[in-house]
């Protein structure tokens, strides 16, 4: 940088103060938002000043009344037209809210909500000295094994703190879909991503496997992060901004010289593919794509079941929505250059995805590996570069999280004297135990595997039509194929639920409540409904189809 | 009028879904219902036939149009029906033919326990079969040529507790299948030659066809035909299927199904003008069968047996005539006519005979049955003169006139074709004579059976006798009246159009020949049969004989060929599937399970190395960027 650069980098900071102007907000159009923020804080109010016999009561009644709001608030949005014909950016070009964002955000807050349940669940685990307990650790600071954990396990300590953690972590996913520029996209990564490595670690069950992945998934999520901040700060380079729409025109060439400060290295093509690819990577590594999924497996398999099952979901939701608008919105003027490279990571990670899960023994293990073949099948999706690609994913990542969160449910069901039974050996015969839960989870298993009738066969004709009219049929032929690969372990678990003999050793299935019950339900009717009636879906994800710019 | 058309199958359907889901409640009374909509059935059918000759012969074909049934862009078809002179025939054949043998049936099934089930289908039968023939297009004619199939099925398996019966509708069914294949070919092969399988469209756009893909269609149609009418090579159903109640036997099994491949074959004449190849083959495998037919026919001792045979040889000479193109089609039906009648005649003849002796079929236990039975004696006799072909009776007017049609086709062909029928004619005379004489001739041969009850021969309940009754007076006058003034020919030729064809000897010729070689047959009989008396247990016989009792080995043929043909293609594909295919698979899964158990390794827990793959995953990711654009 030159010295009159910098020079005028001061200048520019030093402008008189009279310059700035108050913000406008547009409370209502961010309201989704804000209810679930504000909700958050109160839960964190919640845990200081309320007594901790009724703590969780209160704080399941905000949550769920938070969360109930926020949706109510996003059909009220779309239905007054914010989705399509108002559609528009908030915050002073800090937040999109048009058709994708609010379609995602509605996701995101259903799949939150059915989440919500799988967490409050507390009829599943023994009781713990007469008190009632769910699946996280009675005190998390507590060291695994000590005095102190057994003392907080006797006097019957829960983890409250994790339903405002969860309403953290789904006001930062809202955002993050919306964001309309890179600095409220890397903290809504952020403000999503804290609270997630904090809910990994809070197993009540085998406790270090899932700090372990806690501290796995903090790592590595900080070093993609760090990528995506690099790249952040070389797009500002490139562009002279940070606002998408701004970069997208500089991209284009109909915008020249946004900030003279920067004219020694604005327009240099090299900063913006080097941006644009880590900040790609960034939100590659969130929806788990090849070869940066390997925290996946390892973190869905340490964490408590009903955080995989969120997290599985509704990470996938944010993170793809935001990888959508990137690239439709900020990159498309780029789209020669990073299409066929996310060509070759869609096909490494479908066929990765589906080989790896071959061979694997732990049904946890088995979903990480199947999540990470379906990122590869929506990024086939949002390759298409068409409008049918967005309504497709949109689609697509609607009925995988209902799916992903009912399969995540009905593996805390089976269980034997450790907790879980996850190890696939002790699934067999299941079918004959208790033929109506393997029955369920063998409709999930199907809707993953993309048979006919099952919302996975919509989502997937869906993304595949999209892909092979957007010029990438290749990319079909190895969706089939790794499909094909997949199928096999999917029918596997189910052959071995339905036609294998039952161990004496095996586990029982546990008789939920209500709450498990519903996120099951949802899933299952969810699956079905999709199945078999999507279109009145894919109308909805078409309408919702269109980018603000 | 047009909206008439519906309810003549309506009815039927209707009686057999309300006989066969009635439940019990319904036993005492399911057997009128039946009888009732299927003489309705035949009232609507004479109002029409009554409407379509008060008009010119240029309009009187009526349609009715029901609904769209399957509309698929440029594939549609339509419940569409329509009435012309062919299918008025038939209507009125099947209907009058089937309420008579609904009657009959009120008597025959007297004391079975399961009689409104067999009305059930004899409805359904019903309205198939109507349905068949008043299709106007052959989706639809293939929904009623399934349904009779089904129908049929059911029928001849009513007894199902005999294995035989089981056995028989199994075998029917199968080898119908065979033939149902060709017409399913043949209507795809229709629908990607002209676009359509509505008659009018096809039979227009038949001429430009090329003669090639006409000739594939109208082989197709003939498989299937030979199929549903028992022909050559598709013939070895028929007989068995004589296991189903004689009732069954007279109306699905000789007057109507079994003459379906008839009405397919004229139905679609304008495909066949255009086929002269395919012409050939349907005349060689008519005359095939009507030689093959008599032959078995002579053999058989069982009397439904030697009727079967008849009826299959009787149809090779409608298929015969309808091989001949214009020369034949109409007296191809008109003899599907006259056939109707007497052969139903003959069977409910046989199935009283049945009736009175105990369920007994084997001729060679009958015998002097004439004093018995008197009227079954007569109106059999009738059918027996009718179907030798005695002059004045109906099947003297139908027969000779095939005959000669085939002499009128002119050169060598004409003359080995004429050849062949006269010389069935004769086989006829002479197997017929054989089973009258048989029967109702001659010593009584009956003995007790191993319970020592001796048979009782009587006469059967009025409500048999007199269907047969109206049946002879079919079988007697049905032919004249067709015949004198072409009245048959002016009827039915605006649609299957004719031509007389260059006869190398005169008409009257051709008669006395037939005249000629009828009484060698019915003398050879005589002297066989009716100076010798007839023993009781089978002679050895000839080889010939022996073959032609065996059905000319057709079950040793099709076993051999067949079924042993098809054990062996059926094993060296499951082990080239075995060997090959699962090899590919197996192969192909191990390979995948190998290479993801090495995949695996490279999950190895810890963070660091996962931390190198993403950095180089982002090092790679950023190059192949540069890489595009530098490219």
């Known amino acids: 940088m030159s010295a009159s650069a910098v020079h005028s980098l001061w200048t520019t900071a030093a402008d008189p103060i009279s310059k700035i102007e108050a913000p406008k907000i547009e409370y209502a159009q961010l309201s989704p938002t804000l209810i679930v923020i504000g909700a958050a804080i109160v839960g964190i109010l919640v845990e200081a000043f309320v007594p901790r016999k009724s703590r969780y009561y209160v704080q399941m009644f905000v949550s769920v009344v938070a969360l109930a709001a926020a949706f109510a608030a996003v059909v009220g949005l779309a239905t007054r037209g914010y989705g399509t014909t108002k559609a528009g950016i908030a915050a002073m070009g800090a937040i999109a809210v048009d058709g994708p964002a609010l379609f995602l955000q509605g996701t995101i807050l259903l799949a939150g909500l059915v989440g919500l349940f799988t967490f409050a669940e507390r009829r599943l685990d023994p009781e713990a000295h007469g008190n009632r307990v769910d699946s996280f650790a009675a005190q998390a600071a507590s060291v695994p094994g000590s005095d102190s954990e057994k003392a907080a396990v006797r006097a019957g300590f829960t983890t409250t703190e994790v339903f405002p953690l969860l ?144 997290m599985a979901a509704a990470t996938k939701v944010a993170a793809f929505g935001a990888l959508l608008r990137l690239l439709y919105v900020v990159l498309p003027g780029l789209r020669w250059d990073w299409r066929p490279v996310m060509m070759g990571v869609a096909v490494v990670t479908m066929l990765g995805g589906a080989v790896v899960a071959i061979t694997q023994t732990d049904i946890k293990r088995l979903l990480a590996y199947s999540s990470i073949a379906h990122a590869g099948f929506i990024l086939a999706g949002v390759i298409a570069m068409t409008p049918d690609g967005v309504s497709s994913v949109l689609f697509y990542l609607g009925a995988y999280s209902f799916v992903t969160i009912g ?40 809707a993953f595997a993309g048979i006919p009738l099952t919302s996975g066969f919509a989502g997937k004709f869906a993304v595949f039509k999209a892909a092979a009219e957007g010029g990438a049929g290749a990319l079909v032929v190895v969706g089939v194929i790794s499909s094909a690969i997949a199928a096999f372990f999917y029918i596997r678990v189910i052959v071995l639920m339905f036609f294998s003999e039952p161990r004496p050793d095996g586990p029982t299935v546990a008789v939920p409540s209500p709450l498990t019950m519903t996120a099951i339900g949802v899933g299952v009717a969810v699956t079905l409904v999709l199945g078999v009636a999507p279109q009145y879906f894919l109308d909805l994800a078409n309408q919702a189809g269109v980018f603000v710019r | 009028m047009d909206n008439l058309i519906a309810l003549l199958v309506a009815a039927p359907l209707l009686g057999a879904a309300v006989l066969l889901c009635g439940g019990r409640r319904l036993d005492a009374v399911g057997h009128w219902i039946g009888t009732a909509l299927a003489a309705s059935s035949f009232v609507i059918g004479v109002v029409l036939f009554a409407d379509m000759l008060g008009k010119n012969a240029e309009h009187r074909t009526l349609t009715q149009f029901l609904y769209s049934w399957i509309p698929v862009g440029g594939f549609q078809a339509d419940v569409a029906f329509q009435l012309d002179q062919l299918s008025m025939t038939f209507v009125l054949l099947i209907t009058g033919v089937g309420s008579l043998i609904h009657v009959y049936s009120i008597g025959y099934m007297e004391h079975d ?44 398996g009513f ?77 070895s159903w028929l007989g068995d299927a004589m296991e189903g109640p004689t009732p069954v036997s007279a109306l699905i099994h000789a007057a109507t199904m079994v003459t379906a491949g008839v009405y397919l074959i004229v139905r679609s004449a304008d495909i066949f003008n255009a086929a002269p190849d395919a012409q050939l083959v349907v005349t060689v495998v008519g005359a095939v069968t009507l030689l093959f037919g008599a032959i078995v026919g002579c053999a058989k001792d069982d009397i439904k047996k030697a009727l079967a045979g008849s009826t299959m040889s009787q149809i090779g000479y409608m298929i015969l005539a309808a091989g001949l193109g214009p020369i034949g089609y109409v007296f191809a039906i008109m003899h599907l006519v006259t056939h109707g009648f007497f052969k139903a005649g003959l069977f409910l003849g046989a199935g009283s005979v049945m009736h009175g002796m105990n369920d007994e079929v084997d001729m060679r236990k009958y015998g002097g049955l004439r004093t018995y039975m008197p009227i079954t004696f007569v109106t059999f006799g009738l059918g027996y003169l009718a179907i030798i072909g005695f002059p004045g009776l ?70 048999m006798t007199i269907p047969m009754i109206v049946l002879a007076f079919g079988s007697v006058f049905a032919g004249g009246f067709f015949s004198i003034g072409d009245r048959f020919l002016n009827w039915l030729e605006p649609v299957t159009g004719h031509s007389h064809g260059n006869p190398p000897v005169s008409a009257l010729t051709v008669t006395l020949s037939t005249m000629v070689v009828l009484v060698i047959g019915v003398a050879a009989a005589y002297a066989q049969y009716g100076r010798r008396p007839v023993p009781v247990v089978a002679p050895r016989g000839s080889l010939l004989t022996r073959a032609a009792r065996r059905d000319l080995l057709q079950d040793d043929f099709n076993h051999v060929v067949l079924v042993r043909g098809g054990e062996h293609l059926t094993r060296s594909l499951v082990y080239v599937d075995h060997t090959l295919v699962d090899g590919v698979v197996n192969g192909t899964a191990a390979s995948m399970g190998g290479l993801s158990g090495r995949l695996r390794k490279l999950q190895n827990g810890y963070a660091r190395s996962y931390a190198v793959s993403m950095f180089g995953g982002a090092a790679i990711l950023i190059a192949a960027t540069l890489l595009m654009r530098a490219v």
């Not at chain 2, 409104?116 to 052959?138: C, E, I, P, S, T």
């Open chain 1, 167 to 310: 309403l953290f972590a789904i006001s930062g996913m809202l955002v993050f879909p919306s964001a309309n520029d890179l600095l409220t996209l890397f903290v809504a990564l952020e403000v999503f991503s804290l609270p997630l490595y904090l809910l990994c670690a809070l197993a009540r069950r085998k406790r270090l496997l899932s700090q372990e992945a806690a501290v796995k998934y903090f790592l590595l999520g900080a070093f993609a992060s760090a990528f995506t901040l690099f790249g952040i700060a070389l797009l500002y380079g490139y562009a002279g901004s940070v606002s998408y729409g701004t970069i997208a025109q500089v991209v284009d060439g109909t915008v020249k010289n946004v900030d003279p400060a920067l004219a020694d290295t604005m327009g240099n093509d090299v900063l913006l593919l080097i941006g644009a690819a880590m900040i790609v990577m960034g939100l590659l590594f969130k929806v788990g794509a090849v070869p940066f999924h390997m925290w996946t497996p390892d973190v869905y398999q340490g964490a408590p079941t009903p955080v995989t099952g969120f």
């Open chain 1, 407 to 446: 399969a995540f449910a009905v593996v805390t069901l089976v269980r034997d004297a450790g907790g879980e039974a996850t190890h696939l050996s002790k699934w067999a015969g299941l079918g004959r135990r208790s033929p109506l839960v393997a029955a369920v989870f063998a409709v999930f298993l199907l």
């Open chain 2, 113 to 156: 326990e399961r009689r409104r089930r067999f009305f059930g289908y004899l409805n359904l039968f019903l309205a198939a079969m109507l349905l068949l023939v008043l299709a106007d297009n052959y989706l639809l004619l293939y929904v009623g040529w399934e349904g009779v199939g089904l129908a049929s099925y059911l029928l001849i």
């Open chain 2, 159 to 235: 007894w199902q507790h005999k294995p035989s019966a089981a056995t028989a509708a199994k075998k029917a069914f199968l080898v119908n299948r065979v033939g149902d294949m060709g017409l399913s070919i043949a209507i795809m092969l229709m629908f990607t030659t002209f676009g359509t399988f509505t008659f009018g469209p096809v039979f227009e756009a038949a001429g430009g066809a090329s003669e090639g893909k006409l000739t594939a269609i109208a082989l197709m149609l003939l498989l299937a035909a030979c199929g549903k009418s028992a022909q050559v090579p598709l013939q």
């Open chain 2, 394 to 463: 109906s099947g003297f007017f139908s027969k000779d006139k095939i005959i000669e049609a085939a002499f009128a086709k002119g050169g060598t062909e004409g003359w080995i074709l004429g050849g062949v029928a006269l010389l069935g004619a004769a086989i006829t005379a002479f197997y017929m004579t054989r089973v009258m004489l048989m029967t109702f001739f001659g010593e009584k041969r009956w003995q007790p059976d191993e319970n020592g009850h001796e048979p009782h021969p009587h006469e059967s309940p009025k409500v």
